[in-house]
């Protein structure tokens, strides 16, 4: 087993490490940017290094400071949590080039699945449903509307360096496929140096639900049920759940089984995440692999009683996993909480917390860096808090939430947050009856 992990991030998912790695008896190290010296993470670890200042790519995105950090400290393995370095293939490689372990996939196996269509002809051989569309590239306007015309309207424009929505465009009939060519392109260039666009079939009111997986250095992978994060605003989740409202056991073994030759396909090693659309016949189709701890991974551990952290550790340190899957117990709903204003377009609030209590009791969880008199600074994502509650039933955890939203209080100059939005969701029908798809928040009025 490792003898010192360093975490390569911030906020609650270094804490989150720090957390697991103490039960396991491992020494850590945290490394922090100007603005985070009076972090939690630098106060719970064992040690701590400064990277730099408080803009990323000066700190936490520098991967020469974040090496001399772990050189000077002796750290053998580093944990680079979700989010900055966490899909960085070159960063993966110079870890392990230095024999520091990176507690996560090869090289390889991030660029795999970073690029969209290298990773969905990948999935198609191996077994995997995906959505039907161009094989490839596309290199025209009229090779485009060709291959449109053959799948039939409405059709979608990704870009393959893309995820997460960027430089997408839906195209509803073939009027219109031209100009969104054209800003596809475009915007896919500016965004990510390659302008190279595949085309699919739209899926209309999807469901977005992933499923957890775990591969070995032994070749041998499982899943851990699925999460459903459908509930998202301009990509970015809200609320994640496991299991599924819309999930049966026969979903949810095909789901998994696809996963699994999801992640044999590529030989994952570590925890990672395949995401799926499901339209309205519970037809699924395979649309990213995120190689990487979520940020919503706690849904999955309250169902399946076990630590992903810890799961992700051992896989890095060589110990082999059982290969059985995981199947949930019970229901699990997290609430992210934002600095930000629900009633101002999202817009983030940062600044300094003058009274906390957060949310305790049965079944409730909070997973938060926040202490009374600490500053949310300006600079990173405003995620400030995960709820998670665990229940019997769905409707038992959806109450839990609700009574864990309401005894949560966080006061500061300018501090808003996502509460009331969560607070406004719980009480909704259509979630309650779990009855939405990706297009939910669009109508829902806060
Ligand atoms: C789609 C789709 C419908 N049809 N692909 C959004 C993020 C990126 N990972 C893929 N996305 C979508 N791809 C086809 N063929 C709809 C979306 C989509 C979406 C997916 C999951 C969760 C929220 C979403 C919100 C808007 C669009």
Redo the contacts with the bound molecule.
């Keep these: 087993m490792f003898k010192k992990i360093l975490i390569a991030n911030r906020g609650e998912i270094a804490l989150r490490v720090i957390r697991t790695c103490k039960e396991m008896d491992i020494q850590t190290v945290a490394v922090y940017s100007t603005a985070d010296k009076e972090s939690l993470p630098v106060k719970f670890a064992d040690e701590a290094v400064c990277i730099g200042p408080p803009i990323s790519t000066d700190s936490y995105l520098n991967i020469a400071h974040i090496m001399a950090a772990a050189e000077i400290t002796n750290a053998d393995a580093i944990h680079p949590g979700y989010g900055f370095l966490s899909e960085n293939a070159g960063f993966s490689e110079i870890c392990n080039d230095h024999g520091i372990k990176f507690i996560g996939p090869t090289a390889a196996m991030i660029q795999s699945m970073g690029d969209k269509i290298t990773a969905k002809d990948t999935m198609k051989k191996a077994g995997v449903p995906v959505?039907p569309?161009s094989d490839g590239l596309i290199n025209s306007v009229k090779e485009g509307k060709k291959i449109a015309k053959k799948i039939g309207y409405p059709v979608?424009l990704?870009a393959t360096a893309?995820?997460?929505?960027r430089g997408?465009r839906?195209v509803w009939q073939e009027e219109e496929f031209e100009s969104n060519w054209d800003s596809a392109r475009q915007e896919a260039g500016a965004a990510f140096g390659n302008d190279g666009i595949y085309i699919?079939?739209?899926?209309?009111e999807?469901r977005?639900i992933e499923i957890q997986v775990a591969g070995d250095q032994y070749g041998k992978a499982c899943h851990l049920s699925e999460r459903d994060?459908?509930i998202?605003r301009r990509?970015q989740k809200l609320v994640e759940e496991a299991p599924s409202p819309f999930v049966d056991e026969d979903l949810r073994n095909r789901m998994g089984e696809a996963a699994i030759l999801a992640a044999q396909a590529i030989s994952y090693e570590s925890v990672g995440t395949v995401?799926f659309?499901v339209d309205k016949h519970k037809n699924f189709?395979f649309?990213?692999m995120n190689t990487r701890i979520q940020v919503e991974h706690p849904v999955t551990e309250e169902v399946i009683d076990h630590d992903l952290i810890k799961e992700q550790i051992k896989i890095a340190a060589g110990v082999p996993i059982s290969g059985k899957s995981y199947f949930p117990k019970g229901h699990s709903i997290e609430c992210r909480i934002n600095a930000e204003d629900p009633f101002n377009g999202f817009r983030p609030c940062p600044g300094k917390i003058e009274r906390l209590h957060t949310s305790k009791g049965h079944g409730v969880r909070v997973d938060t860096h926040l202490y009374a008199g600490y500053t949310i600074p300006p600079y990173y994502d405003s995620l400030i808090a995960k709820i998670i509650v665990k229940s019997a039933t769905r409707d038992e955890a959806i109450a839990k939430m609700r009574r864990a939203l309401d005894e949560f209080i966080i006061e500061g100059r300018g501090i808003k947050t996502t509460i009331p939005f969560h607070q406004k969701l719980m009480r909704d029908e259509r979630f309650r009856e779990g009855n939405f798809t990706?297009?939910f928040i669009n109508d829902f009025e806060l």
């Design positions: 959505i569309g979608i990704k893309g995820g997460g929505g997408m839906v699919e079939k739209f899926i209309e999807p977005h994060c459908s998202q990509h995401e659309l189709y649309m990213e990706t297009d």
